[in-house]
């Protein structure tokens, strides 16, 4: 037996409402209850912000326009919930040129004030110039992210394997910048330096440093090689810095004579030679040593002093020693050259030979 629906009468205006409760009549069950409201589906939010502003701008200056836009913002890309079209990588595009090219020259605006500032040496004015450099890099981005009003969930997809790759590629790089104003804070290398180089064959060659840029410093050899030396390299191996404390370069000339000359009279025309040649100091003067008594001759280690290492060390040390040839040649000082005495043992085989020799320079 079924229980009938008793209808239910509303106390202010008389209408009959049915419960909202399920209820049954007879064998056909009916099910009466609130209707499921359907769930809405989320839209792509724009990616780049000022990209949807921009167009509503042109597009109530210029209705061609905004129909060239809308056309442009048609074609659209969804990653997630975002959406990227055209016009948006258009604009982003444009604001990141302005960016970058407002950045240059504010850049190059504190370069100029910063070489003006005569309280400052050219390592200080180097090291600040990087810094606010990067600094004016910094601020220049997060204005184009707030301009853009990008919304960085787009790319959240690529966040892992983006971030990943990016930090072992740019590992060497902030190391190398960290390295540069390091040697710049300490000192210990600077523009116009002049240090020692050496190739990947082993060779080794004194040269000027240009520059020290964000990656690596610039090198300049006396042959107008260009050496890029990273500068993390320079903080973890030896480095020669020949003008560190003192651009005063001392130079050997090791030279050997007879040992029937007059040592005396060498000492003195070593002390010529070197002062008269260019380049060499006066102060510190030069010094004549005796080093030693060699098997074929006295040698002697002249060595003197210049100030300007990136013009050369073998050039120097070559016209110093054609100046002592000509000297020794005037005064008739010898440099001897290795002499041996040659004994042969006797035997039957040479004894043989010299006796064909003998009869054939009697015929």
Do not use: C
């Amino acid at each position: 037996m079924t229980t009938p629906v008793t209808p239910e009468t509303s106390p202010v205006d008389g209408e009959t409402a049915v419960d909202a409760e399920a209820t049954s009549v007879g064998e056909g069950e009916v099910t009466i209850g609130p209707s499921p409201e359907p769930t809405p589906e989320p839209t792509p939010t724009e990616a780049v912000q000022a990209a949807d502003g921009l167009k509503e701008v042109v597009a109530s200056q210029s209705e061609a326009a905004g129909s060239f836009i809308e056309s442009l913002d048609s074609w659209a890309l969804t990653i997630g919930g975002s959406r990227i079209s055209v016009w948006d990588g258009l604009v982003a595009i444009s604001v990141l040129l302005l960016v970058v090219i407002g950045a240059w020259f504010i850049t190059r605006i504190i370069g100029g004030l910063i070489k003006r500032a005569t309280k400052l040496d050219g390592t200080q004015q180097l090291l600040v110039q990087k810094i606010s450099t990067i600094i004016v890099w910094a601020i220049a981005f997060l204005i184009g992210i707030d301009i853009l009003g990008i919304d960085l969930t787009a790319l959240a997809v690529f966040s892992g394997a983006f971030g990943l790759a990016i930090g072992f590629g740019l590992q060497k790089t902030f190391g190398n910048l960290i390295s540069g104003i390091l040697l710049l804070l300490d000192k210990s290398i600077k523009p116009g330096d002049v240090i020692s180089v050496t190739d990947q064959a082993g060779n080794e060659s004194v040269g000027q440093i240009r520059k020290i840029g964000i990656r690596a410093i610039s090198v300049i050899t006396r042959d107008r090689t260009e050496h890029l030396i990273p500068n993390e390299n320079l903080m973890i191996n030896q480095v020669v810095n020949w003008s560190y404390s003192s651009r005063d370069v001392r130079v050997k000339a090791p030279v050997g004579v007879s040992y029937g000359s007059d040592l005396k009279l060498v000492e003195k025309l070593l002390y010529q030679a070197a002062g008269e040649t260019q380049r060499v100091l006066k102060t510190p003067a030069p010094r004549v040593n005796l080093m030693g008594f060699g098997d074929s001759s006295v040698d002697f280690d002249l060595r003197f002093w210049i100030d300007d290492p990136e013009e050369g060390l073998a050039n120097i040390r070559s016209d110093v020693y054609m100046r002592i040839w000509e000297l020794f040649q005037e005064h008739e000082i010898e440099i001897p050259f290795p002499q041996r005495d040659l004994n042969l043992r006797g035997n039957s085989q040479i004894d043989r030979l010299i006796e064909a020799l003998s009869g054939g320079s009697g015929n």
